[in-house]
């Protein structure tokens, strides 16, 4: 499933959004929003502290895919 992450300029996970739109109000210009690909049970992930790795996992295969 695809889950656009929103980091800030140190590249901390502000949040997670599902899914590849979002609208333009949400994500603001001080922060980059990065549309990745995650594993389909990612968004019933309750623990924060694993949430957050599997988001950055996501973003770091993103990156590495670049």
Request: charge should be negative; aromatic fraction near 2%.
């Amino acid at each position: 499933m695809k889950m656009t992450i929103v980091t800030d300029d140190q590249g901390e996970i502000l949040g997670a959004i599902p899914g590849d739109t979002v609208p333009e109000h949400v994500i603001l210009k001080d922060f980059q929003s990065h549309i990745v690909e995650v594993a389909d049970d990612t968004g019933a992930i309750t623990d924060g502290a694993e949430l957050k790795k599997r988001l950055q996992e996501a973003l770091q295969a993103q990156h590495d895919k670049q």
